[in-house]
């Protein structure tokens, strides 16, 4: 048996299954239910499944119903056997695309093929919609911001400019910050980084080694993925589509000796989901008694759509043994140009990556620290002015997708910057190719993954107004009629 191999108990694997629908024969809806769980995520690759009596007996079911489903899967390439050791689930060879799901490579505009990645430059094209990077332009006081900034900067001219931790003023802002959310945090704990991407880089050079198991969500950020990869880690997914299973998350930590576990807990990128306290508290709890260490990347965690409402605590505040690593960003509430992100420590763990950054980009920008000073001071208005124009777009995308794609599914994020779409059919990637064709451009789901599933989602940013949202939902609408019509390579099974 593969040491990367996970397991499914019968009792977990039936509460993913749900409510089965009661159809005939029930193998067949059962079998459904299974592919449905491997390619959304929720049930990983190469996940050792519960023998056919412990999941008949937790699904009340007979047995040769469950070997009936079984069967049917091997039959499709979703499950693979071996005696001896049991079934454990996989993909198929080929998709309906005519090409097995892949992870797709980052790539700019204007060179042959779509540009499936995250990384990009501006198309040439003024019609082109570009729903490939969900961030905003700059808040409406950001010119003001600059300017006190600017009239601050001969402060620090005469001296050498470099900060390896970054200018304290920025730190003492930053750990206010912390504090008002309710975790105590001392300067001496903050590193300013070039951003949350350097951040969680920064972190991956320090604490992992070429094959440590590190825990990921299954969606999850690509660059968090690349980031990772570099470093050599062993990437151990857990699905988070339909919220956070903590007790599937525990096992796995438990199962594959992980160390590091990266999560997206506030207003996820890309479901838009947020992690409620009991979550937090059980996965803290699933970390320690695995003896990892959690990285909570908080980039999205000032976006809520309503303000009014009791914020969820950061996930530092349900630890209590310095467990918790926090990234965060000024990229998507400010603005993306300033590259300018901070790591949240223990004031050991803050000095070590003060030193190991020195070897990288020694500090971050002077000026890009003062502008964020400057915006930190009036933070609450900037938030309000984001989550005004998010609300406004997100109604408007979802409208348009409602009327013109029903077939679709997304649940409405209350914070964040995407809808998470859920197309019915695993045809992401070509649906992608369609669309660049006609003049919009977006992220097919495998790129969010670690193993090439997720290829019956797309992730729609709303940071564009509503009225270039329904264009673009005008033209996916002809995208996707266009790769529907389309004969798939081979005849696969129904999806369902």
């Not at 693979?80 to 980052?106: I, K, N």
């Not at 003492?172 to 959310?181: G, K, L, M, T, V």
């Not at 699905?239 to 594959?256: F, I, P, S, Y």
């Amino acid at each position: 048996m593969s040491t990367n191999m996970r397991y499914v108990n019968g009792t977990q694997l039936a509460r993913l299954l749900g409510d089965v629908p009661q159809e005939r024969p029930y193998y067949l809806a059962m079998a459904r239910a299974v592919r449905a769980l491997v390619l959304d995520g929720r049930l990983a690759l190469r996940t050792r499944l519960p023998a056919e009596r412990d999941l008949a007996a937790a699904l009340g079911v007979s047995r040769t119903t469950v070997t009936a489903a079984y069967d049917r899967l091997r039959d499709e390439g979703y499950v693979e056997s071996r005696q001896g050791a049991g079934s454990w689930t996989a993909l198929p060879p080929t998709t309906m695309s005519g090409s097995a799901p892949r992870p797709v490579p980052a790539r700019t505009r204007g060179g042959a093929g779509p540009s499936f990645g995250m990384a990009h430059a501006p198309a040439a094209d003024a019609g082109f919609i570009d729903l490939g990077c969900a961030t905003p332009g700059v808040p409406a006081i950001f010119d003001e911001a600059v300017a006190a900034a600017v009239a601050e900067l001969p402060r620090y001219t005469s001296g050498p400019g470099y900060e390896p931790a970054g200018l304290v003023t920025l730190r003492e802002a930053i750990a206010d910050r912390y504090a008002r959310r309710g975790v105590p945090t001392r300067p001496d704990q903050i590193v300013v980084t070039t951003g949350a991407q350097h951040a969680l880089t920064l972190l991956a050079h320090l604490m992992v080694d070429p094959g440590t198991p590190v825990m990921v969500e299954r969606p999850t950020y690509p660059h968090a993925l690349d980031a990772l990869r570099r470093a050599g880690a062993r990437l151990v997914p857990v699905g988070v589509n339909e919220g956070w299973d903590v007790e599937l998350a525990a096992g796995g930590m438990r199962q594959a000796a992980v160390r590091l576990a990266y999560t997206i807990p506030d207003f996820h990128n890309p479901t838009g989901r947020l992690m409620g306290e009991e979550d937090r508290a059980a996965f803290i709890d699933a970390a320690r008694r695995a003896d990892a260490l959690v990285v909570a990347d908080e980039t999205f965690a000032e976006l809520a759509h309503d303000l009014g409402k009791e914020p969820v605590p950061p996930m530092a505040a349900f630890d209590t043994g310095g467990r918790v690593i926090t990234i965060g960003s000024a990229s998507k509430l400010m603005w993306g140009g300033m590259r300018i992100g901070w790591i949240r420590a223990t004031a050991p763990l803050a000095r070590r990556l003060t030193v190991a950054r020195e070897a990288t980009d020694i500090a971050s920008p002077v000026i890009d620290q003062l502008i964020v000073r400057e915006l930190m001071e009036r933070i609450e208005e900037v938030r309000a002015e984001r989550a005004r124009n998010l609300l406004r777009s997100r109604d408007a995308l979802a409208a348009a997708l409602r009327e013109l794609l029903p077939s679709w599914d997304f649940v409405l994020p209350d914070g964040g910057m995407s809808l998470w779409a859920r197309l019915g059919a695993p045809v992401s990637t070509p649906l992608a190719e369609a669309a660049e064709r006609l003049g919009v451009r977006i992220v097919p789901g495998p790129v969010f993954g670690a193993d090439g599933v997720l290829e019956d989602y797309v992730r729609l940013p709303y940071v564009l107004p509503p009225g270039t949202l329904r264009e673009a939902a005008e033209r996916l609408a002809r995208a996707f009629a266009e790769v529907r019509s389309a004969p798939p390579a081979r005849p696969l099974p129904a999806y369902v």
